[in-house]
């Protein structure tokens, strides 16, 4: 079974510039949370969806950070216009049900110049 | 790397020797427990949890501890290997399934 995948692995972009992440969960996996590291802080949570809804945003730093999961299957995150306090790994684990246990992707490596 | 800027504590261990790495939890309400291992490049791989109704709990080579008195957490490792080097993350949450509240991470480094 594969496990959650995110999309791109690394990316550099400019200040002021929009940069979309993908995740996608395991299938069958109704949950889906994003969370992110970045520098020289500890991994914090930014939301969870359950199916397409947004069940818990109260992470999510402020309105420059839009996240969506039309059709309960794969998740973006969007970061626009980008700054350089947003360098850092963006995370996204999922699970299948409710209250069962959450499994990381690899992480997108976000540099912000 | 990603730990760049990240001063994590560190334990170093000889092969073959037991790792206790510990973990101190903030909020006494939190239910659920967790431990992660994190090997440079890759996401959190998931070890071992316990509920807030237990204090011990058992898996392969591994054990996790919980004193909700003290608001302590720790992880055993046995006959601990060069593949176990990595960094641990410890994390807790008001309820399974909750978003997780992590710690800063130990680095172990085992050396052969």
Redesign the interface.
Known sequence: EAG?T?FPSHSVIEKGQTVTLRCDPISGHD?L?W?R?V???????LL?FVKESKQ?E??MPNNRFLAERTGGTYSTLKVQPAELEDSG?Y?CAS?Q???????????T?LLVL | G?S???HLPTLSVQEGDNSIINCAYSNSASDYF?W?KQES??????II?IRSNMDKRQGQRVTVLLNKTVKHLSLQIAATQPGDSAVY?C?ESK???????????TELSVKP
């Open positions: 959650v995110q949950n949370y969370y590291r520098m020289g802080k500890e991994i914090k949570f969870h818990d109260s992470g790994v995370f699970s049900d409710y209250g069962e246990t959450q499994y990381f992707g690899p992480g490596r | 990603e760049v800027g990240l967790i992660y490049g890759k996401g959190p791989q998931f949890d993350f994390a309820y399974q399934g909750g978003k997780l509240i992590f710690g800063q991470g």
